[in-house]
């Protein structure tokens, strides 16, 4: 990574209630304790605007709270000038990616798409699953699965 350049990382899921929120909060903790902060910026947004102005899921966030992440960012739909503005765009799973990839708004964006998973160290998942319409398994399950491709991520990035 360039010493001056600042490297931005958009997560994407469909509402941006559940599993990009969650993202975010994870890659700001890690990218904190690495003390990257100033070099660093993350945030998320969803597919559909359908949640826009909400806070992340009641239950999405309690489960974050127990692993000590504060889901605070606002839900907000993806804009044409997210694939300008970031270096990064980070689909949850195939939907996700192939959603981008349409509102890509030409090729160079679609080149900066990518899944959550292919950061991951442990390879278990393909995806991340939206744990909505799940219990308190589904989000803990988002959770793990989100640390681990965060932390390739971080360890990915801190290479460039």
Known sequence: ?????????????????CRSPSAEAVMKKLVQDAGLSDRIKVDSAGIIGYHEGEQADPRMRAHAARRGYKLDSISRPVRTEDFFDFDLIIGMDNRNIDDLKRKAPDLES????????EYSRNK???????????????FELVLDLLEDACGGLLEEISLL
């Open 1 to 17: 990574m360039e010493k001056k350049k600042e490297y931005k990382i958009l997560f994407v899921c469909l509402g941006n209630i």
């Open 124 to 138: 278990l998942y393909d995806y991340v699953p939206d744990p909505y319409y799940s219990g308190a398994e589904g």
């Open 110 to 117: 679609v080149a900066k798409i990518h899944q959550m998973t």
